[in-house]
């Protein structure tokens, strides 16, 4: 990602022209010579060399990438030293597949006509090798659909795509005892059921209806008046969120707002089914955000001016009532995602609010279905821009971990340089660094890893982990995909994703 | 977010072959942006990683927003949908884990919530302990299965498996069959 238009472009600009964009391509297109012209001339020996073995290893590379982490202030005369990690993406003459990765010191400093690697310091490579594979297969299976937005107004009064949309639930609606899928797009919600790993779309003989109006966001199943069948939650943009009943057997019946209780924000960002009060049936959080395409986020580093989070209290039957005040939750930020997990094994569900353009929130449950704020006390930093959040064992130790999705920017190195974005007096200067640049630096670390410490509190370990810069994140999930019995994670990513000449 | 140039605005709609399909061209906001398939490599001292997303098909470069974990058939590994904006649905079906065994456990509440949401699952296996609480919700936007999955590496018992109920109380199996589904009822 690159910085606003309006200022000039930034003096350190060459440095990701140079280490993030001119060296992977020239690498990708297997040119020595373009690659080795990146070097200074003191280096191009060794450039020549180290490229040879790079490309020895490839028969054809499809990716390559050299992500900045971090970049020094300027040295003597300019000299930029950046923290980087090179990967090359491929196959091997056998036309097996491999990953190659390595974390690299690269220096580089201004010449005449642009900007040369004036020194290289290379960490230890690692290579990735095919272990279990996956085939989409989507069309064969039947699981056939677009997602598509139904569009909103922007401020400049343009009809603009919703960026945030396109979810999916899955529950076993039928009872036949396998996993069924609701399809949430923009437009139109559609249900497939499963029949032994085929799909076949039953949405106009199951009941379930779109609204002619607003936008769908987000599903989630689960058993609301306790008598053995999946009912439906849809999260709703622009309109009210919808209950649907299970009849039985994956037939289901719309409950208008005034039997369910489920009043609307109008802006739902996602929600979690959970017994929250231990009385022997499912709760219901509500997680609202706002309309970043009409409403400006304020304050712009920490937002409190979005649709209030909502509680409901389910009294056994499926009808819910509001009892967001009482319980402690409502705070007013612009919430993304949520996650549940009993943290300290105390016997009661806790409660993580993942924000976007502001500080996440962790709630602790007291024992009797109230909230108090515990973010800090439970070691939670400020994060920024949260996208997703989901607890799980990573570490193996059997206690749950927190896997949060944030942005992640190559140009963040920037902000770290002197006089960004503009040069402005000493004491401005100071305010805007530290109140401001400083929190922009946390939005856009990437994602985020928090150890459990068995005491109610957690450590941030997404750096060592090497589990934070993997892009524009959306939804992170964890899971043993390999069946090793190590937990690892998939991380959805991309904001317009496609070229961009500035930032490769 | 207001430093960031451009966004949202100047989408253009090339591609002809699906009606919608967004045609980035130009304009991206944080270039070509993969998915990440992050595989654990270990515990000690503290987990580490590494991306086996083009080794194994699953860097789908999509714009991808949702995704939720399933079994579609059955045979013991999770398949991954995987939903994005202006795009068709992607299902990535596990081609199978040679080697492993697996148990995938439903849990059945009476006195605590029927769905038994909020349970702590314990598979116990020599020396190891898998963990899995039961939730609704999966990372971002989306609603996960409550059918919880256990790889279990090259194990062919499960010494001991308990249920801890959201209601209190537990339930205790001990040398359960892998390699199969297993419904518990409180």
């Known amino acids: ?504 | 977010m207001e430093f960031v140039e451009g966004v949202g605005r100047r989408t253009t709609f090339e591609d002809s072959d699906i009606v919608g399909w967004v045609k980035v061209g130009n304009n991206s906001l944080n270039g070509n942006e993969n998915n990440v398939l992050l595989r654990s490599l270990g515990r000690s001292p503290m987990p580490a990683f590494v991306d086996a997303g083009y080794v194994s098909g699953a860097d789908r470069i999509e714009d991808s927003r949702g995704v939720a974990a399933i079994d579609i058939e059955g045979d013991g590994d999770l398949d991954l949908i995987v939903q994005g904006v202006e795009r068709p649905t992607v299902l990535l079906v596990n081609q199978g884990c040679p080697g492993t065994h697996w148990l995938q456990v439903r849990l059945r509440g009476t006195r605590s919530n029927r769905d038994a949401i909020g349970a702590r699952i314990e598979v116990r296996i020599g020396e190891r302990m898998l963990v899995r609480e039961v939730t609704s919700t999966a990372g971002f936007i989306s609603g996960r299965s409550l059918m919880s999955h256990f790889g279990l590496g090259g194990a062919t018992k499960v010494d001991s498996l308990t249920v801890h109920w959201p209601r209190g109380g537990s339930k205790t199996l001990t040398d359960v069959a892998v390699d199969q589904r297993l419904t518990i009822v409180e």
Request: net charge negative.
């Open chain 1, 1 to 504: 990602m690159h910085f606003v238009g309006r200022n000039p472009p930034h003096r350190g600009d060459p440095l990701n022209q140079l280490v993030h964009s001119e060296y992977p391509k020239a690498l990708r297109a297997g040119d020595l010579e373009r690659v080795v012209a990146c070097f200074a001339p003191p280096l191009r020996d060794w450039a020549r060399r180290d490229t040879e073995a790079l490309l020895a290893g490839f028969a054809r590379v499809d990716r390559s990438r050299c992500v900045i982490h971090n970049a020094d202030p300027p040295a003597k005369g300019g000299s930029v030293l950046t923290r980087c990690e090179l990967r090359l993406d491929g196959v091997d003459k056998d036309g097996v597949a491999r990953t190659w990765q390595q974390e690299r010191q690269i220096t580089a400093a201004p010449v005449a006509d642009g900007w040369r690697i004036t020194a290289v310091e290379a960490g230890p490579a690692t290579e990735e090798r095919p272990g279990v594979r996956f085939v989409e297969e989507a069309a064969a299976r039947g699981l056939v659909a677009t997602n598509h937005s139904r569009k909103t107004l922007n401020r400049a009064g343009e009809m603009q795509i919703n960026l945030g949309t396109s979810g999916v639930a899955v529950g076993d609606v039928d009872g036949d005892g396998d996993d069924d899928v609701l399809l949430v797009s923009g437009d139109r919600l559609r249900l497939f059921r499963n029949d032994g790993g085929k799909f076949v779309d039953v949405t106009d003989a199951s009941g379930i209806v779109t609204p002619p109006k607003g936008e769908c966001r987000c599903a989630y199943f689960g058993d609301l008046d306790n008598d053995g069948d999946q009912d439906l939650f849809v999260g709703m943009l622009a309109t009210d969120n919808l209950l649907f009943r299970n009849l039985g057997g994956g037939k289901f019946q719309l409950v208008p707002q005034s039997e369910s209780g489920l009043r609307s924000s109008g802006h739902t960002s996602s929600a979690c089914f959970a017994d929250f009060d231990r009385d022997g049936d499912l709760d219901l959080v509500i997680v609202n955000g706002n309309n970043m395409y009409l409403v400006v986020p304020d304050p712009p580093q920490d937002a409190t001016n979005a649709h209030p989070n909502q509680f409901f209290r389910n009294d056994g039957t499926g009808h819910f009532r509001d009892a967001t005040a009482e319980v402690g939750l409502g705070d007013t930020r612009w919430g993304l995602a949520c996650a549940v997990s009993d943290i300290d094994r105390d016997g009661d569900l806790d409660l993580f609010i993942a924000n976007d353009v502001g500080a996440d929130v962790f709630y602790r449950n007291r024992g009797d279905g109230t909230f108090e704020n515990a973010t800090a006390a439970a070691g939670f930093r400020f994060h920024g821009s949260s996208m997703s959040a989901e607890f799980a064992d990573l570490n193996g130790d059997g206690w749950p971990d927190l896997y949060v999705s944030g942005m992640a920017s190559n140009s963040r190195w920037m902000l770290n340089m002197p006089g960004f974005p503009l040069p402005a007096p000493a004491v401005l200067t100071f305010l805007f660094r530290n109140r401001v640049v400083a929190r922009v630096w946390e939005m856009f670390h990437g994602n985020r890893l928090y150890l459990n410490r068995r005491d109610g509190t957690f450590e941030e370990v997404s750096i060592p982990t090497r589990t934070y810069w993997l892009g524009w994140a959306w939804a992170s999930i964890c899971l043993d995909y390999d069946n090793d019995t190590n937990t690892d994670i998939y991380t959805a990513n991309g904001m317009w994703t496609g070229e961009n000449p500035k930032d490769c």
